[in-house]
Structures are given as C-alpha cells and as structure tokens.
Nanobody, 123 residues
C-alpha cells in the first residue's frame, strides 16, 4: 500500500514556474514507477510525465516536453514535477500516481493515486 500526497500547486501567471511535490508513505517507494497526470474541468485525465523506479529514464507528453521535468528522490520518498514556461492551457488538477511495474503513460495502469493539487495559470 502506498499513500501519495501532492503539494506545491497554486496560481501563477503565464510564463511562470511552479514545482509540484508528491510525498509517498511506506518503505517501498523505490520499487514504484511514478507518474504525473492532470485533469482540466470537463476533460479526461491525461498523462503528463513518468519516470522509472530509479529515475534514470523519463517520458513526457508532447504538450509539456521541454517545459516540464519529472524527478525523484528515493531517499525522501518524493517525486517532483518542475513546471516552467507555464501556459493557461496547463491549468488543471495535477495528480501523482504509482505503479508497481515499468513506467507508463496509460492512466489506467497505475495502482495508487494522490488527491491532486490545483494549478491555475492566468493569462
């Protein structure tokens, strides 16, 4: 069992930056691939970024590639999402998720989810 708690969301102007954090409970954090997803009002939850158990490999949605960076610190049981050059279309609730196999961009393949943190980008 893994419990995930996101933080770091907020209101930012277009072009600004935010850093999201996701703290995980338990001593097996390093055995999980981690992902970030987002859901805007009236839209389905969509993939943002994912990383392997070691953090050595990452994969991004085309819409955020070059602007967002996923990283993890297994000693702190935390995964991060650094978001730069934010756009109004990045506005959404951002969720972190964990899965016990390799990294994936498929929302249905993740086993554990956090409650989400709101990110609002004003124009």
């Amino acid at each position: 069992q893994v419990q995930l708690v996101e933080s770091g969301g907020g209101l930012v102007q277009a072009g600004g930056s935010l850093r999201l954090s996701c703290a995980a409970s338990g001593r097996t954090f390093s055995s999980y691939a981690m992902g970030w997803f987002r859901q805007a009002p009236g839209k389905e939850r969509e993939f943002v970024a994912t990383t392997t158990q070691s953090g050595g490999s990452t994969y991004y949605a085309d819409s955020v590639k070059g602007r967002f960076t996923i990283s993890r610190d297994n000693a702190k049981n935390t995964v991060y999402l650094q978001m730069n050059s934010l756009k109004p279309e990045d506005t959404a609730v951002y969720y972190c998720a964990a899965r016990g196999m390799g990294y994936s961009d498929y929302v249905g393949s993740y086993d554990y989810w956090g409650q989400g943190t709101q990110v609002t980008v004003s124009s």
